[in-house]
T-cell receptor
Framework: DGGITQSPKYLFRKEGQNVTLSCEQN?????MYWYRQDPGQGLRLIYY???????QKGDIAEGYSVSREKKESFPLTVTSAQKNPTAFYLC????????????FGPGTRLTVT | QQPVQSPQAVILREGEDAVINCSSS?????VHWYRQKHGEAPVFLMI?????EQKGHDKISASFNEKKQQSSLYLTASQLSYSGTYFC??????????FGAGTRLTVKP
C-alpha cells in the first residue's frame, strides 16, 4: 500500500530537549511538507521541500530544522529554541510543488512538559 | 498571511445545502480545499487554479474569483459523512501554502 507514515503517533519530551519526528512516503512524490496544527486552528506551514537536499522555510520555521537526504524521507527536528512545541504535527507529500493535491500522514502529537 | 474562512461553524440537517467561503489578501496561484475529521489527517477535496481549471471530486463544487482572491465551497444535499472541519489552503507561490482556521460542519439526521 502506498502512503505516508509518521512515527510515533504520540511523543512526550521534557523541555529543553531536541526531538525528531519521522516522515516517510512511498508514493514517489517529489515534494514534501511539514505543518503544525494547534487546537481549533488551521495548519501552518513549517518547511517544504521540492527535491532532495533542498528545502524552503514556511510561515513558522523558527525553532525547527529539516533534512531531505532521500526522496522518501523528510524528518523534522523540533529544537529547544521552539518556545511552544506542544502541537499536532502533520507531514504531507505531493507529486510536484505547485497546484498538486497534498497527501497527509496520520500525524504525530508532541507534548513537551 | 492566513486566509479568512467563514462561517466558523455550521449545523445542517441531512439533505440541506451549505456554502463555505475563503478570502485572501494576496494574489493566489491556486486554492485547495480539504476536510478533516476529528483526530484524522486532512483529506483532499478540490483544487482551483488560476484560469478556471479545477481538479476534484464530482459531488463537490467550488468557485474561485481570481480578481477578488475569494473561493467558495458548495456542499449540496449534505450527508452525515460530510461532517468534519473544512479548510481552505491558499497557494501564493509553488509550495507556499497558507490554511484558514477552518469551518466546522455538523450534519444531523
Amino acid at each position: 500500500d502506498g502512503g505516508i507514515t509518521q512515527s510515533p503517533k504520540y511523543l512526550f519530551r521534557k523541555e529543553g530537549q531536541n526531538v525528531t519526528l519521522s516522515c516517510e512516503q512511498n508514493l514517489n512524490h517529489d515534494a514534501m511538507y511539514w505543518y503544525r496544527q494547534d487546537p481549533g486552528q488551521g495548519l501552518r506551514l513549517i518547511y517544504y521541500s521540492q527535491i532532495v537536499n533542498d528545502f524552503q522555510k514556511g510561515d513558522i520555521a523558527e525553532g525547527y530544522s529539516v533534512s531531505r537526504e532521500k526522496k522518501e524521507s523528510f524528518p523534522l527536528t523540533v529544537t529547544s529554541a521552539q518556545k511552544n512545541p506542544t502541537a499536532f504535527y502533520l507531514c504531507a507529500s505531493s507529486p510536484g510543488l505547485a497546484a498538486y493535491e497534498q497527501y497527509f500522514g496520520p500525524g504525530t502529537r508532541l507534548t513537551v512538559t | 498571511q492566513q486566509p479568512v474562512q467563514s462561517p466558523q461553524a455550521v449545523i445542517l440537517r441531512e439533505g440541506e445545502d451549505a456554502v463555505i467561503n475563503c478570502s485572501s489578501s494576496k494574489a493566489l496561484y491556486s486554492v485547495h480545499w480539504y476536510r478533516q475529521k476529528h483526530g484524522e489527517a486532512p483529506v483532499f477535496l478540490m483544487i482551483l487554479l488560476k484560469g478556471g481549471e479545477q481538479k476534484g471530486h464530482d459531488k463537490i463544487s467550488a468557485s474561485f474569483n481570481e480578481k477578488k482572491q475569494q473561493s467558495s465551497l458548495y456542499l449540496t444535499a449534505s450527508q452525515l459523512s460530510y461532517s468534519g472541519t473544512y479548510f481552505c489552503g491558499t497557494e501564493i507561490s509553488g509550495g507556499d501554502m497558507r490554511f484558514g482556521a477552518g469551518t466546522r460542519l455538523t450534519v444531523k439526521p
